[in-house]
């Protein structure tokens, strides 16, 4: 069992950063893959970024490739998202997402947080 606690969400101007970071429990965490998904009302639930268990492969949505940068580090047993020029439209809640295999994660990840709100206004 994996337990992902999202923080660093929050409210920033147009153009600015934010980092999430994701928090799972476990001694297994250096054997899944992490990622970030991202939800708005009425769209549908888009993958956002991933990195393998190793951290030697990293996968990024068109919509974010480099503006994003997932990361991992394993002696903290964290994930995070650095998000830099942020736009109006990564307004959503992302959710932390684990999975033992990294091409299932990118569509249907097993493990999820309960997911953070970052808001960019104009």
């Known amino acids: 069992q994996v337990q992902l606690v999202e923080s660093g969400g929050g409210s920033v101007q147009a153009g600015g950063s934010l980092r999430l970071s994701c928090q799972a429990s476990?001694?297994?965490?250096?054997?899944?893959?992490m990622g970030w998904f991202r939800h708005t009302p009425g769209k549908e639930r888009e993958f956002v970024a991933a990195?393998?268990?190793?951290?030697?492969?990293?996968y990024y949505a068109d919509s974010v490739k480099g503006r994003f940068t997932i990361s991992r580090d394993g002696a903290k047993n964290t994930a995070y998202l650095q998000m830099n020029s942020l736009k109006s439209e990564d307004t959503a809640v992302y959710y932390c997402?684990?999975?033992?295999?990294?091409?299932?994660?990118?569509?249907?990840?097993?493990?999820w947080g309960q997911g953070a709100q970052v808001t960019v206004y104009s």
């Open positions: 997402v684990a999975d033992s295999s990294t091409g299932r994660l990118r569509n249907e990840a097993h493990y």
């Open positions: 990195v393998s268990a190793t951290g030697g492969s990293l």
């Open positions: 476990g001694r297994t965490f250096t054997t899944y893959a």
